[in-house]
C-alpha cells in the first residue's frame, strides 16, 4: 500500500532525528546545570533562587527535545531565562552562567528550522537575553561584551544554522537534477530503442518486399513456361532465380536478426551504392531491364547514408516491377558537392492510377528514410500521364 510505505519510510526518517535531539537536549541539560551549579557555589545566591534557576534551565533545555516547528518558542523561553535570572540575581554578584549551551543551540536550530522571518524575530529576541546580563546588571562589564557577546552566543549559530539549511536544500535540488538527468536519459535511450526498432522494421519490410515480389515473379513465370512449352533450360532459369532470392532475402533477415540480437554483423554488412549492379542483376532475371546514370562526381558516403541510398533505389525499383509497364526503368544519381539526388522513373501500368491514388508503405519508406537525414522526396506522374517518377534528395557534408 503506498500510503503505508510513505507513512514507514517518514517514521524511519523522524526516528533517528527525534533520538538525536534527545541526545542534543541531555547533553546541553547537563553541561548548563553543572555549569550553573559551579558558578553560584557562593553563599551569597540564595538556596531557593539558585533551586528555581535550575529547574527553569532544565525545563527549557528539555525544550530542545521537541519539535522542530518549537524552535521559536524554545528560542524565546531561553531567552526569558536569561533575562529573569539576570534581574533576580543578587545585585552585588557578577550574574552566573545560566543557560550559554541552551542559548547556543536554540539559535541554531531557529535558524536551520524556521523561515525567514520566524528566524529573525528568534534571533531578535536571543540577542536580547544576551545582553541581559551586561545591560541589567549593576556589575561592571567591559565595553567589548556589548558587541561580543551576542555575536558569540546569538548570531554565529544562527548564521550556522542558516548555512546549513541552505546546504541542505542545494544538495537536494542536486540529486533532483540527478534524478532527472538519468530519467531523461532512460527515455531518450527507449526513444532510440524504437527509433531504431522502426527503422529495422523498415529494412525488414524493403528486404521482404524486394526479394518476395522476385519470387512470386519466378514463380508465375516457371508456372506459365511448365503449362505452355516445358522447357528444362527455362525452368532451370526461372528456379535458378528463385533460389537466388530466396538466398538473399534470408541473407538480409540474417543481418537484421543480428542487429536485434545485438550480434556484430561481421563480413555481412549492410549493401551500399557498391553493390547496385548485384541489385540490378537480380531484377534482370525476373524481367526488369534497369539502368543507371551517374552525374557528377561521386564521394565517399558515411556508412548509415549509403545503406539507406540503396534501399530506396532498391525500393523504387521494387515499385517499378510491381507497378510499371514496359519491364524497363531509369535510374538517375546525381552527385553535388552538398547533396545526392536519386531518380527513378518509368512506364505507369495499367492499374497506375487506382495505385497512385492510395497510400503505399514502400514510398512511406523512402520519404521515411530521407527525412532521417533531413532529405526530401517528390513522386508522381509525369505530365503526359504515362511515366511515373521517383526522387529523393539527401544533404551530404564532406567526410
Not at 531504431?196 to 518486399?209: C, F, K, M, P, Q
Request: charged share 20%.
Amino acid at each position: 500500500m503506498p500510503g503505508r510505505e510513505e507513512h514507514d519510510g517518514l517514521r524511519d526518517v523522524n526516528g533517528p532525528l527525534t533520538r538525536q535531539a534527545i541526545v542534543i537536549a541531555a547533553v546541553t541539560l547537563v553541561v548548563d546545570a553543572f555549569t550553573f551549579a559551579h558558578s553560584t557555589g557562593s553563599p551569597a545566591f540564595p538556596a531557593g533562587w539558585r533551586w528555581a534557576m535550575l529547574a527553569a534551565i532544565i525545563v527549557v533545555d528539555a525544550g530542545l527535545a521537541s519539535a522542530p516547528r518549537l524552535s521559536g518558542v524554545v528560542a524565546v523561553a531561553q531567552a526569558a531565562v536569561r533575562v529573569a535570572g539576570t534581574l533576580s540575581c543578587p545585585q552585588t554578584e557578577l550574574p552566573p552562567a545560566l543557560n550559554s549551551a541552551g542559548m547556543l543551540i536554540s539559535a541554531y536550530r531557529a535558524g536551520a528550522w524556521l523561515d525567514r522571518w520566524p528566524a529573525v524575530v528568534s534571533l531578535l529576541f536571543l540577542v536580547a537575553g544576551t545582553l541581559a546580563s551586561p545591560v541589567l546588571s549593576e556589575a561592571n562589564f567591559a565595553p567589548e561584551l556589548l558587541l561580543l557577546a551576542p555575536t558569540a552566543s546569538a548570531l554565529l549559530p544562527w548564521l550556522v544554522g542558516r548555512y546549513t539549511t541552505a546546504r541542505r536544500a542545494y544538495i537536494a535540488e542536486l540529486e533532483q537534477r540527478s534524478e532527472r538527468e538519468k530519467s531523461e536519459a532512460r527515455q531518450a535511450l527507449a526513444a532510440a530503442i524504437a527509433e531504431e526498432r522502426t527503422g529495422i522494421a523498415r529494412d525488414l519490410h524493403d528486404v521482404i518486399s524486394h526479394h518476395v515480389s522476385a519470387i512470386g515473379v519466378h514463380a508465375g513465370v516457371a508456372r506459365l513456361r511448365a503449362a505452355a512449352a516445358p522447357s528444362a533450360s527455362d525452368l532451370a532459369d526461372s528456379l535458378t532465380a528463385v533460389e537466388t532470392s530466396s538466398r538473399a532475402a534470408m541473407l538480409d533477415l540474417r543481418r537484421l536478426l543480428d542487429v536485434l540480437h545485438g550480434h556484430p554483423s561481421g563480413e555481412d554488412s549492410q549493401p551500399g551504392l557498391d553493390n547496385l549492379p548485384e541489385l540490378l542483376d537480380s531484377l534482370r532475371v525476373v524481367g526488369l531491364r534497369a539502368r543507371v546514370t551517374v552525374h557528377g562526381v561521386p564521394s565517399p558516403l558515411p556508412e548509415s547514408l549509403d545503406i539507406a541510398v540503396y534501399r530506396v533505389v532498391q525500393e523504387m525499383l521494387t515499385n517499378a516491377l510491381r507497378h510499371g509497364a514496359d519491364g524497363a526503368a531509369e535510374v538517375e544519381l546525381r552527385h553535388a558537392p552538398s547533396s545526392l539526388t536519386v531518380t527513378t522513373s518509368n512506364l505507369l501500368g495499367p492499374r497506375a492510377r487506382a495505385w497512385s491514388d492510395s497510400p503505399h508503405r514502400g514510398l512511406q519508406g523512402i520519404r521515411s528514410r530521407a527525412a532521417v537525414f533531413s532529405g526530401s522526396t517528390s513522386y508522381g506522374p509525369a505530365p503526359d500521364g504515362k511515366t511515373w517518377t521517383t526522387t529523393a534528395t539527401f544533404p551530404v557534408s564532406p567526410l
